[in-house]
């Protein structure tokens, strides 16, 4: 799998950002914490450098706590602020206000001494699609006020959102493409379904994602699909061959098979792939800090 695009209209957002950083007082990026490196745009350090700058990690109820932990730690390293969020179900999200206050507590006060009481703060929200950006706006507006989709690129165009007295958000299109610099980043994507499953053979993806759980969380497998135990990989095996040996077993233990008795391995990974994104295999992180020479 070889993904390697940088569409014009992230240049045209790019420079929209750029241009827009002047009329607010804080960047807000949302991140999904399944996948923090692979789900953001590096751009974003430069063009928004100087900024005060909060990391969300969203979906953090489908990551792995301790991954969560490890994240943020490496986050606030870096001089960023971070909030925990599940911005479906609102988990976090009311906190952000209070956050936000927080980390510009010092601007707030000269505000006050100038004698600009009251003035709201403004915050650009940027996330690469469907991190769950508009989404989360919408819950901390508490209304329908950005449009939310699971299709990626669905937010076109700026947009200000009122949320109360002391807050006003801008959101930004959600065309910030992540870089595919490796095929790593590429499959993580996919895995969560921020690119399109058609990118790749279902079936494939479903066996790097299976030999991926199988290695790192196999307890997950051997619950979810009654496995006695989850076999170890062999020898030189890849991660398609070894994530195939596993679906072959899920796929026994489901029952699934075609005319002819034979195991229905692209069922399963479709399987797979549903229940890894519904939430319902688990929490997982499937990157950290030290693998993405982020440590």
Request: charged share 30%; hydrophobic share 35%; glycine share 10%.
């Amino acid at each position: 799998m070889n993904i390697q695009w940088y569409p014009g209209h992230m240049t045209k957002t790019r420079r929209q950002i750029e241009a827009d950083l002047k009329l607010v007082d804080i960047v807000v990026e949302i991140i999904d914490a399944r996948i923090p490196v692979s789900s953001r745009n590096p751009d974003i350090d430069a063009i928004c450098a100087g900024k005060p700058r909060l990391v969300v990690l969203n979906r953090a109820d489908q990551a792995d706590p301790a991954g969560n932990q490890r994240w943020g730690a490496w986050f606030r390293a870096r001089g960023w602020s971070v909030l925990e969020t599940d911005a479906k179900s609102g988990g976090g999200v009311n906190r952000f206000s209070a956050v936000i206050q927080d980390v510009l507590k010092d601007q707030i006060q000269k505000w006050r001494e100038k004698g600009q009481v009251g003035r709201p703060v403004r915050a650009m929200v940027v996330g690469v699609p469907n991190v769950g950006k508009s989404t989360f706006i919408n819950k901390v507006a508490k209304k329908k006020s950005a449009k939310a989709s699971d299709r990626p690129g669905v937010t076109r165009g700026k947009q200000w959102v009122n949320v109360d007295q002391s807050l006003d958000l801008l959101d930004t299109p959600g065309i910030l493409w992540p870089k595919f610099e490796d095929e790593v980043t590429g499959m993580n994507l996919a895995f969560t379904g921020a690119v399109k499953d058609e990118i790749m053979d279902v079936e494939t993806l479903g066996c790097h994602l299976m030999a991926l759980l199988g290695e790192r969380y196999p307890q997950a497998l051997t619950n979810a699909y009654k496995l006695p135990q989850v076999p170890p990989r062999e020898g030189e095996e890849n991660d398609v061959a070894y994530g195939y040996r596993l679906l072959e077993a899920c796929a026994g233990k489901r029952g699934m098979r075609i005319s002819g008795g034979e195991l229905d391995t692209e069922r399963m990974a479709r399987v797979l792939l549903d229940e890894y994104r519904s939430g319902k295999l688990g929490r997982f992180t499937l990157e950290l800090p030290q693998e993405k020479g982020e440590g």
